[in-house]
């Protein structure tokens, strides 16, 4: 992890350890949940100042749409992402995977999002429905993809939501470099 990135994740993890000793302030989380409204937002302006430049809109938004998932939610959790939260929305209550395909079209209209301001926007359906059933967030994981929107949190986040290989088979080589080091391994290989 480069400097920059470890500096990030230290002031997320602290931004986060400051919303869980506000838990207990009623007020504080009521302001924080209207961070999800562009019309109300500025109630939570005081509390994300600190940790943010108000004036940057991409900042704002992302550190809004943390702080307001925090305080709808404060089950949190240090693995996976959204596309996370998504299956488990998708397939919760009996639906196993049959579900997947209920939740596709709402799956895909967040990885359509050009920009993080705009997938802030849709984020909050999602973030109620985790608290409603359950679903712990990583909300660290979740301020790096917003911050780094873009192809890559796109791809971990379908990889989550539609599923790894399973277990027991490989996947396709990424590369030309990786296929000749498979076939000059089985080649060097002894019976």
């Not at 207990?24 to 430049?53: F, K, N």
């Not at 791809?155 to 599923?163: K, Q, R, S």
Request: contains cysteine.
């Amino acid at each position: 992890m480069g400097e920059i990135a470890t500096k990030q994740r230290g002031h997320i993890d602290r931004f986060l350890d400051h919303l869980a000793s506000q838990t207990g302030d009623r007020g504080v989380m009521a302001d924080l949940r209207h961070g999800l409204s562009r019309a109300t937002e500025y109630r939570a302006w005081p509390h994300i100042a600190q940790w943010c430049r108000l004036d940057n809109e991409k900042q704002r938004r992302i550190w809004l749409t943390v702080a307001a998932g925090f305080a709808i939610h404060q089950r949190a959790t240090d693995s996976g992402n959204m596309g996370t939260v998504l299956r488990s929305l998708a397939t919760g209550g009996g639906r196993g995977l049959e579900g997947l395909a209920t939740f596709d079209a709402r799956f895909r209209r967040l990885l359509a999002c050009s920009s993080a301001a705009e997938l802030c926007d849709h984020l909050g359906g999602v973030l109620r429905a985790a608290e409603r059933n359950g679903i712990p967030v990583n909300f660290a994981q979740l301020y790096k993809d917003l911050t780094y929107w873009g192809n890559r949190a796109k791809v971990e986040w379908a990889t989550e939501y539609w599923g790894t290989p399973p277990a027991g088979t490989s996947p396709e080589p990424e590369d030309e470099q990786e296929q000749l080091k498979e076939v000059e391994g089985e080649e060097g290989e002894q019976p």
